[in-house]
């Protein structure tokens, strides 16, 4: 069996000063120092998922109609935004977004919260949805032109270089001000900083799209958490299932690859101390136990997945590569170089 683990954020470009030459836990320097390195297409996960699944870029990659399949929605064949709920902040002249589940709202604030934009935006054919109260979603009653960034791009820095873009961008610019407006005077805000919570005084829209009709699939089964993952894996009819603590057992018994889609590092930008927390959990929860299921024979290929700046490292790894002993040892730093190449 091919086991692929797919590592959002492995390569903290976010965080430019972390010591990535550190010591490494067991798998992951077991698959640095004999696995091989090569360079896929996607530079972020969305990216890559999209790629894999055979999904044709429309304005933007179509995130926001898999991702609502994903969440238990219903695209049917209109075309979708992700409205995610984000704090902007202004930081010496430059507004700043901040997005992290800790400050997430709960599922009451969230239906609040997406009611009363729903009262503001309905004459305008706009509505929106919280089928998960961290991820929203908006329905236009038209294709706008427009093109979005994705808020993993955007998280943590100035708005200004990741704001809609195209012939149609300055209503939609518009209506992000007045989104941010209704959003700052909403009385959640004002109990929210009370309790010591970010305020969600705005939205962050992106990954706009229709469902595509034909996907190819890239794995006999899935694993994972993530809505955009499961939402291709549906449309494509691949079997998928929520990520499990820990490799399972009985993966190696199973032919043909398997897709697992791994959150430990996922919520970690610009949080150093829960980036190594998070990769030690991912280490002893997966990496460890798959490089040694390699040795055992029960499986046959292991293959790292990691997004990176501007492209995506693939480290693969398989039981006759753990013989060459002459390979030369690589680092974090070294999959980052190799990531952030063009």
Known sequence: MHCRLLVPNLIPSAMPGMPLRQVLPEGLAT??????VTKTAGNEMADWLCAAFGVERQQDNPVAPFALLGDDGLPGDGYWLRADPVTVRLMRNQLILFA????APSAAEAAEFVAALNRHFAPDGLHFSAPHPHR????LPAVPKLHTHSLARANGRNIQHFLPSGEESA???KLLNEAQM??????????REAAGLLPVNSIWLWGGGT???????PCNRLY???PLARGLALAAGIPTAPLPPALPENEGKMTGATLFVAHHLRDTMWQEEAWRIGLERLDEEWLAPATNAL??????RLTLIAPGESATADLTLTRSDLWKIWRRGKSLADLFQFAIKT
């Open 31 to 36: 698959l640095l120092k004999f696995g091989l």
């Open 100 to 103: 992290d589940s800790a400050n």
């Open 136 to 139: 929203w979603y908006l329905r």
């Open 171 to 173: 209503p939609w610019r």
């Open 182 to 191: 209704l959003l700052h005077q909403h009385p959640l805000n004002a109990a």
């Open 211 to 217: 469902l595509s009709a034909r996907l190819s699939a």
């Open 224 to 226: 994972a958490d993530d």
């Open 295 to 300: 040795r055992q024979g029960k499986l046959q």
